[in-house]
């Protein structure tokens, strides 16, 4: 990892909101992508050999075309506060997929290596299974994206949306050493959204050995990078959080690690 800031500012007055490579993130795998599209407004994305793509819409709706496949009205969600899933979709290395708003839209895109193994398909909402963790103030609301139960090479996404004055990602974990069944290595982003937008998230990236210590004020379409150690995220009291995470590694398989120091509340 570079010594770059593990937060990186969205283009707050652009169309491309947020653009990260494995290269611009000093690590492997992940890339991500963040776009806001006007009513009318046309996209083409083209995955480069050798990276497979989700395409999430966050909210708005849009018609896609990736290859033969077309699908008319996808998405619908107002915002990403809603409590309902999104579409998806799931695009191997090589595709164009050519994207219309149909109305105000947000669009991410997930990337990370693949070889071509599994075709394009849509995700659907139904297929996306929700659940509530965690208790009291450390309650959270995930949405599996694309789960390792999922067909995909490389990728995990998930959305989690976290209640004000609630924790997240709590107690602090990690993945960051390849040692299945008990941990596995993946390099994760969050990129974030806040309800009311003028809030801010709080997350801290640390190791055990505090050799990366950073704590950060993420605002509304921030992303920040984990490449390693534990990464809890708070919300201050009267925001609401949602993050969109992307993870990607050697193994498709999410395997962590508590911080053994809080482990106890559990």
Same mark, same amino acid.
């Given at each position: 990892?570079?010594?770059m800031?593990?937060l990186?500012?969205?283009?707050?007055d652009?169309?491309?909101?947020?653009?990260?490579?494995?290269?611009?993130?000093?690590w492997?795998?992940v890339g991500?992508d963040?776009w806001r #599209?006007? %009513?009318?407004?046309?996209?083409? @994305?083209?995955?480069? +050999?050798?990276?497979?793509?989700?395409l999430?819409?966050? /909210?708005?709706?849009?018609?896609?075309?990736a290859?033969?496949?077309?699908?008319e009205?996808?998405g619908?969600?107002?915002s990403?506060?809603d409590?309902?899933a999104?579409?998806? #979709?799931? %695009?191997p290395?090589?595709?164009? @997929?050519?994207v219309? +708003?149909h109305d105000?839209v947000?669009?991410a895109l997930a /990337?990370?290596p693949?070889t071509?193994l599994?075709?394009?398909?849509v995700i659907?909402?139904?297929?996306?299974?929700?659940?509530t963790?965690?208790?009291?103030s450390?309650?959270?609301?995930i949405c599996d994206?694309l789960?390792q139960t999922?067909?995909?090479?490389?990728?995990?996404?998930?959305?989690?949306r976290?209640?004000a004055a609630?924790?997240?990602s709590?107690p602090p974990h990690k993945?960051?050493?390849d040692d299945?069944?008990?941990e596995?290595?993946?390099e994760?982003?969050?990129?974030?959204r806040i309800d009311p937008?003028?809030g801010?998230?709080?997350?801290?990236?640390?190791?055990?050995?505090r050799d990366?210590d950073?704590t950060?004020?993420?605002h509304?379409?921030d992303?920040?990078?984990?490449?390693?150690?534990?990464?809890?995220?708070?919300m201050p009291?009267?925001?609401?959080?949602?993050?969109?995470?992307?993870?990607a590694?050697p193994?498709?398989?999410?395997?962590i690690r508590?911080?053994?120091?809080?482990?106890?509340?559990l």
């Amino acid at each position: 990892m570079t010594t770059m800031s593990l937060l990186v500012k969205a283009k707050a007055d652009a169309q491309h909101l947020v653009h990260i490579t494995p290269q611009s993130a000093g690590w492997r795998h992940v890339g991500f992508d963040a776009w806001r #599209l006007g %009513a009318g407004t046309e996209l083409r @994305i083209d995955l480069p +050999a050798g990276r497979e793509g989700c395409l999430v819409v966050l /909210s708005g709706t849009v018609d896609l075309q990736a290859g033969d496949l077309r699908r008319e009205r996808c998405g619908g969600r107002a915002s990403v506060f809603d409590e309902q899933a999104p579409h998806a #979709l799931y %695009a191997p290395p090589r595709t164009s @997929i050519h994207v219309r +708003a149909h109305d105000a839209v947000e669009l991410a895109l997930a /990337s990370a290596p693949a070889t071509g193994l599994h075709p394009t398909r849509v995700i659907e909402p139904a297929q996306m299974a929700r659940s509530t963790r965690g208790i009291g103030s450390n309650e959270r609301f995930i949405c599996d994206v694309l789960p390792q139960t999922q067909v995909a090479e490389s990728l995990l996404v998930v959305e989690v949306r976290t209640p004000a004055a609630h924790s997240s990602s709590y107690p602090p974990h990690k993945h960051d050493s390849d040692d299945p069944p008990h941990e596995t290595w993946l390099e994760e982003v969050y990129y974030h959204r806040i309800d009311p937008p003028q809030g801010f998230a709080l997350q801290r990236v640390y190791t055990d050995a505090r050799d990366l210590d950073e704590t950060m004020a993420a605002h509304d379409h921030d992303v920040v990078l984990v490449p390693r150690g534990y990464h809890p995220v708070v919300m201050p009291h009267a925001y609401n959080g949602y993050y969109l995470n992307v993870m990607a590694g050697p193994r498709r398989e999410w395997r962590i690690r508590n911080d053994p120091a809080h482990e106890w509340m559990l």
